[in-house]
């Protein structure tokens, strides 16, 4: 007698699996590279200043202080979360960068889970990847933008409120307290949910979305409109939130006519390696500047630090919060020193060549 024939067993990876696998690549291609990485001279300097402040006068006061900041920004949120990884982190960027990856990770998960009300799984996953690979992935491999607490808030909000779940509109409206423009995507979570029938939710997020609007728009007038004086660089990550419905829309336009599909993989493939090497490059400028800073602190002269342009201000800034108790004083831009320095001094000159100022 024969025995009988055993079943074959049949196994694959679903789709699901391989979206997962797909994103979580895609955060560690982005983050990976800062990984190790020192504090660098743009928004990172912020972070000892805000420690000092927590020593002195506590968290609470120290989210305050930095809420009413004097530019005429109104983000608290982003204060509420800045100055907790601050508490927690310090300077050890390992942690921060850790949080990074949560943050970008929760954003590619609630992107996918957005897209999923509209494409497939695999057209969903490519959506969500578009959203981060490319210039606006600075907002994740930066310590600073405050795009990294609003974009996965304004994602996970909106896959929230497309399933007429409520607590979508509480998240949507906090992404607009973490950034300013961020208030337009809250607008159409409002629009949506009452659509969607949930019109006594929407209400309630409009008049918490209008104290918000008003209180925006009194800063902007006490600061003249301009919270940052004229000197407005044009990055990637300020095209959001406007990134988030383009990429859907690309991904649902591929899902429709076959022939685009290898055009979007082939336009996340290319936002993913600009996206790594902007990273890449980022680790090694910080590295570069603190090595800097490293060599200042070495040497004990006053220092005469020298800018041109304005687009360059925050490198010297960063300069007064390394080195607190350095004599500075600031040549050709509107910075406070620490009085005149007359020689034996050093200087530094952060976008020129040698003025002979020591």
Same mark, same amino acid.
């Given at each position: ?200 939710? @929407?209400?309630? =997020?409009?008049?918490?979305? +209008?104290?918000? !609007? #008003?209180?925006?728009?009194? /800063?902007? $007038?006490?600061?003249? %409109? ?24 690309? @991904?649902?336009? =591929?899902?429709?006519?076959? +022939?685009?599909? !290898? #055009?979007?993989?082939?336009? /996340?493939? $290319?936002?993913?390696? %600009? ?84």
């Amino acid at each position: 007698m024969r025995a009988a024939a055993r079943p074959v067993r049949v196994t694959y990876v679903t789709p699901l699996v391989v979206s997962v696998a797909l994103l979580t690549f895609v955060a560690l291609a982005i983050i990976g590279p800062m990984f190790g990485t020192p504090l660098g001279a743009v928004d990172d300097h912020e972070i000892p200043v805000i420690s000092q402040q927590l020593t002195e006068i506590g968290y609470v006061s120290t989210v305050i202080a930095r809420t009413t900041e004097p530019g005429g920004r109104f983000r608290p949120l982003y204060w509420v979360g800045r100055v907790a990884e601050t508490a927690l982190w310090n300077g050890r960027t390992a942690g921060w960068y850790f949080d990074r990856l949560a943050l970008l990770l929760v954003t590619l998960a609630a992107g996918y889970a957005l897209a999923r009300l509209w494409l497939s799984s695999g057209y969903a996953s490519l959506a969500a990847a578009l959203m981060v690979a490319g210039p606006q992935a600075e907002a994740f491999y930066m310590l600073g933008p405050q795009e990294s607490y609003a974009v996965p808030l304004t994602l996970a909000g909106l896959a929230l409120v497309g399933r007429r779940q409520p607590v979508g509109l509480v998240l949507a409206v906090a992404a607009a307290f973490a950034k300013e423009p961020f208030v337009v995507s809250a607008i159409v979570a409002m629009a949506w949910s009452w659509h969607l029938g949930q019109r006594r939710a @929407a209400v309630m =997020a409009g008049a918490v979305l +209008a104290i918000d !609007v #008003a209180v925006i728009g009194a /800063v902007l $007038v006490t600061n003249g %409109g301009d919270y940052y004086h004229g000197a407005i660089p044009l990055v990637g990550r300020y095209l959001y939130p406007l990134i988030l419905p383009v990429t859907i829309g690309l @991904a649902w336009l =591929a899902s429709r006519h076959r +022939a685009a599909t !290898v #055009a979007l993989v082939v336009l /996340v493939a $290319v936002g993913l390696f %600009g996206a790594l090497d902007a990273a890449a490059r980022a680790a090694t400028n910080a590295r570069t500047f603190a090595a800097f800073v490293d060599e200042l602190r070495a040497d004990s002269r006053p220092l005469v630090v020298v800018v041109r342009d304005s687009g360059h201000t925050e490198t010297a800034w960063a300069l007064r919060a390394y080195l607190p108790d350095r004599a500075i004083e600031y040549r050709g831009v509107t910075l406070t020193g620490r009085g005149v320095v007359v020689p034996p001094c050093r200087e530094v000159d952060i976008d020129g060549p040698w003025t002979g100022a020591c």
